[in-house]
């Protein structure tokens, strides 16, 4: 095999590493040879999209729901043969190194993302190709992240009624990744029974292809508060932090979305829950400045 490596990256403008809309992404493809090689073909592509994907079963029948949208899509050759086909394009042994430069679109689109059944990805992709039967190609990902314009309105109150009844009041309902916000709870117990609060971010991601739509959530136990006796009323504030990775809220995918619900829940001292109180709340990435 003439060709030893082949291999694509990309120049970072910021300190995560991380792409938004309008920024130039700029890199080098190599590629290692061990003699002169003839090239059809050798170019680098660009590549933004969103895909989806999952199953359900129909009796006997399994049936396969997928979609897939691109964002944007920009190819620049580095090397053509003037004859369709010859070859004649030569690459010199040892380590070549070709740069070149992309504009990411200026446009509202999602971040970078990997649910349970889809996925948006933002690719860089080289192709060297010698001969219809000799093809060499390698990829790589960069994280792109869209600055988020969710509310950051405070005191966001929810109650609860029964004999166990709840004011949740959050600070705020948009937060930023890895940062805190604080809770208060008023617990008023005219119960037998002593309760406890627990907190939960419960995560929801939805997808839709095909005009079908299917959800999947996850629960993280954020803690869980003071108990509050019989018969008696409390109010507990409780400081939660946001994992710094956890990935952003969006809407802006027609394919695809993600949100979260600060959850509060009564628990009885048997164990047994007395309902929930739901909150929105935003999960806000965090953009960094260009490096200089």
Not at 195 to 222: G, H, M, W
Request: aromatic share 10%.
């Amino acid at each position: 095999m003439t060709v030893k490596h082949l291999s694509v990256e990309y120049n970072k403008v910021n300190e995560r590493g991380t792409f938004s809309p309008g920024d130039v992404i700029s890199g080098r493809v190599t590629v290692v040879t061990n003699k002169e090689t003839k090239v059809q073909c050798f170019l680098v592509r660009a590549k933004g999209k969103a895909e989806v994907t999952w199953c359900e079963q129909a009796g006997q029948t399994t049936v396969v729901h997928s979609d897939k949208k691109r964002y944007f899509y920009f190819e620049h050759i580095i090397l053509q043969d003037k004859k369709k086909g010859d070859g004649s394009e030569i690459i010199g042994p040892g380590r070549n190194v070709y740069p070149f430069t992309f504009v990411i679109p200026n446009m509202y689109m999602p971040s970078s993302y990997e649910g349970k059944w889809g996925k948006i990805t933002y690719s860089l992709r080289a192709q060297l190709t010698q001969s219809i039967w000799l093809v060499h190609k390698t990829k790589t990902e960069f994280p792109f992240l869209t600055k988020s314009d969710f509310p950051f309105a405070s005191n966001i109150s929810f109650y609860g009624s029964g004999k166990v009844t709840m004011n949740v009041t959050s600070e705020k309902m948009g937060v930023k990744q890895g940062e805190a916000v604080g809770v208060s709870v008023e617990v008023l117990n005219d119960s037998a029974r002593t309760v406890t609060p627990r907190f939960y971010l419960c995560e929801k991601q939805t997808f839709v292809a095909q005009s079908k739509r299917t959800i999947y959530t996850n629960d993280i136990l954020f803690g869980t508060g003071d108990s509050v006796p019989a018969e008696t009323s409390r109010t507990i504030t409780k400081v939660l932090s946001i994992p710094p990775q956890l990935p952003p809220t969006f809407f802006n995918c027609c394919m695809m979305k993600l949100e979260y619900r600060l959850k509060v829940l009564k628990v009885c001292s048997q164990l047994q829950s007395h309902g929930v109180i739901s909150l929105l709340i935003y999960v806000t990435p965090i953009l960094n400045p260009v490096l200089m």
